[in-house]
């Protein structure tokens, strides 16, 4: 076992299903047990997976055009697709961001100042639009 973000204990000597579907998404985020099994994945299924993932591209960008202006996704806590910033960026097309815009997430904040440093490698960028 090692020690998760918050200090938990995460253990790399069984395959977790978060771990096993970054995995098949082609993230970072996963263990040799992870892969192991995620190899053994029948390939219709990992066709699905990826058909799943872009599903919720689509469905997230038609109810930002459709003016749905709030949206909350729970996932597993692990980063998955899209990291980059412009494909996060894309998911506020046709919308006004609110201040501070899409920043890494650390940096957003409602009324309570962000932390001093940031980690070079955060990835996970947030931001609020609306409808225009």
Not at 6 to 22: F, I
Not at 32 to 46: C, H, I, W, Y
Request: aromatic share 6%.
């Amino acid at each position: 076992m090692t020690a998760g973000p918050s200090g938990t204990p995460v253990d790399t000597g069984r395959p977790h299903p978060a771990r096993v579907h970054d995995y098949l998404l082609g993230g970072k985020d996963h263990y040799p047990v992870d892969q192991a099994l995620g190899e053994q994945v029948p390939e219709p299924a990992k066709v699905g997976v990826a058909q799943n993932r872009a599903f919720m591209h689509r469905s997230a960008g038609w109810a930002a055009r459709a003016g749905i202006d709030q949206c909350l996704d729970i996932g597993t806590g692990i980063t998955l697709q899209p990291r980059d910033r412009a494909e996060v960026a894309r998911f506020f097309d046709g919308l006004d961001m609110v201040d501070p815009g899409l920043v890494p997430a650390p940096r957003w904040h409602n009324g309570t100042p962000p932390p001093e440093t940031l980690d070079a490698t955060d990835t996970i960028h947030a931001g609020v639009g609306r409808v225009r």
